[in-house]
């Protein structure tokens, strides 16, 4: 997502700058200079606070230090009764190994408005800025991320919307669209979200594969919670679960020899399903709160890796379900964010700009 930071004498924003969107946490982060230990971002320049007329550092005994979300104020004392100047600390770790850590401070961002033709912005918005940063992905080389989790202090706190919308285009070179407020696009299938959580959550109920019901050996696996996670590259299911999954799909497709390689439980060659219609043989479909169904598309759901010649499925064994933004590609997912409305909507569509 495009975002402008910071105002200096010479232009507002000061920086242009491009952040990873994150439905899974509140959290939002970009790498700063100087860099103790930093990743490279391609052509980004780095964001330098001290160039900035708006940034303003954030304490240990500030309010915003004490809610921030993740592990903050890590290096403040144990005594915040005291008027004391330490700089509000934070640390940041991500499911795929991906972590940040830095200080805390406000700044002005910008977004664009498409329907106004500029920019508006958004004053004193809490954020980290990284100065030792791991990035676990080779292809994507963003600066930082920006936390679309609700709570207090967070980007859509200070946006003030009750909904938003996204749409990734199948290719991660493209460009998508983000929405908000009134321009955000919100129809197709209903998903009523946990409303205790401040992330997008969901019972997982039930699995299928072009339309049989796959069984899954134990009874306690299902229902399980599932995590809407646009920050992810990949989804992840439990052992179990993706166990369930590959045995039905190797037995639909037993005519062709199938292997694993590295985190991919179920690939085969590219050439021998060439003509084979997964969409039509395997297309698995998750059920949530026994009532309402998505369906994953072979293009989302397959891995095409043309430098060995393997399509792979598109799941990975880990420790809690994690709907990744490969399953997201081709679809205008809209969120409503009221207390008695709390879902998402899924709809099947092209999504380049």
């Not at 509140?26 to 230990?37: A, E, K, M, N």
């Not at 972590?99 to 910008?110: L, R």
């Not at 299902?222 to 039905?248: H, K, Q, R």
């Not at 679809?331 to 998402?344: C, H, S, V």
Request: net charge negative; with cysteine; glycine share 8%.
């Amino acid at each position: 997502m495009a975002v402008g930071i910071g105002r200096n004498s010479t232009s507002s924003p000061m920086l242009m700058t491009e952040l990873i969107i994150d439905t899974a946490s509140g959290f939002t982060w970009l790498q700063g200079f100087p860099c103790d230990s930093c990743y490279e971002q391609g052509n980004f320049p780095y964001y330098n606070s001290s160039a900035s007329k708006s940034f303003d550092p954030v304490y240990c005994t500030d309010e915003i230090c004490q809610i921030a979300p993740y592990e903050a104020h890590v290096g403040c004392s144990d005594d915040l009764s005291q008027p004391l100047y330490e700089r509000c600390s934070y640390n940041v770790q991500y499911y795929d190994g991906t972590n940040s850590s830095g200080v805390i401070g406000t700044e002005t961002f910008y977004f664009l408005d498409t329907s106004l033709l500029g920019n508006v912005h958004l004053e004193f918005v809490p954020f980290g800025v990284g100065t030792s940063n791991y990035f676990t992905s080779r292809k994507l080389s963003s600066p930082g991320v920006a936390g679309f989790a609700r709570g207090y202090g967070t980007l859509l706190d200070k946006l003030g919307v009750k909904k938003f919308s996204h749409c990734f285009p199948r290719e991660e070179d493209d460009t998508g669209t983000m929405s908000f407020g009134d321009e955000a696009m919100i129809k197709g299938v209903k998903l009523a979200l946990n409303g205790e959580s401040e992330r997008y959550e969901a019972p997982l109920t039930n699995l299928y594969v072009s339309g049989e019901r796959v069984v899954v050996e134990y009874d306690y696996v299902l229902p399980a919670n599932m995590v809407f996670d646009t920050g992810t590259s990949w989804t992840y299911l439990t052992a179990e679960i993706v166990d369930a999954i590959v045995g039905v799909i190797k037995n639909v497709l037993r005519k062709y020899q199938p292997r694993k390689w590295g985190d991919n439980e179920l690939c085969y060659n590219m050439t021998d399903l060439s003509y084979v219609s997964l969409d039509e043989v395997a297309k698995v479909t998750f059920e949530f709160n026994y009532a309402t169904r998505i369906d994953l598309f072979s293009y989302n759901l397959w891995l095409r890796i043309n430098e060995i010649n393997l399509i792979c499925l598109g799941f990975v064994k880990g420790e809690e379900n994690v709907f990744g933004n490969n399953l997201m590609r081709e679809m205008n997912i809209g969120y409503t964010l009221d207390k008695d409305d709390f879902a998402m909507y899924f709809n099947r569509q092209h999504c380049l700009k």
